[in-house]
């Protein structure tokens, strides 16, 4: 346990005491214009037509449940069978 908490308390002070800068990506620094920050785009436009898809076609399924069940209880009743 004692080790773990070393490895710990070494992988979050190293990165902190080292000298070179972190520098961070296109999308996150703001350059609109750079080919990562496009493909991010997409990808959050691909997702966002997935999960409009599902939500749709999820939506579309009980609205064809109940019209189906609205159909069937507007049918008249059947006839009940005749006695031998």
């Given amino acids: ?5 070393k490895l710990l308390i070494t992988a ?14 296109a999308a996150c ?10 493909g991010m785009n997409w990808g959050i436009f691909t997702l966002l037509g997935v999960v409009l898809t599902v939500l ?3 939506t579309l399924f009980f609205v064809h449940i109940v019209r189906k069940e609205e ?13 031998l």
């Fill in 56 to 58: 749709t076609c999820i």
């Fill in 29 to 38: 620094y703001g350059k609109s214009d750079s080919a990562l920050a496009t």
């Fill in 12 to 25: 979050a002070v190293v990165p902190t005491l080292s000298g070179s800068p972190l520098f961070a990506c």
């Fill in 71 to 83: 159909a069937s209880s507007n049918l008249p009743p059947a006839d009940p069978p005749a006695d």
């Fill in 1 to 5: 346990m004692k080790l773990l908490r």
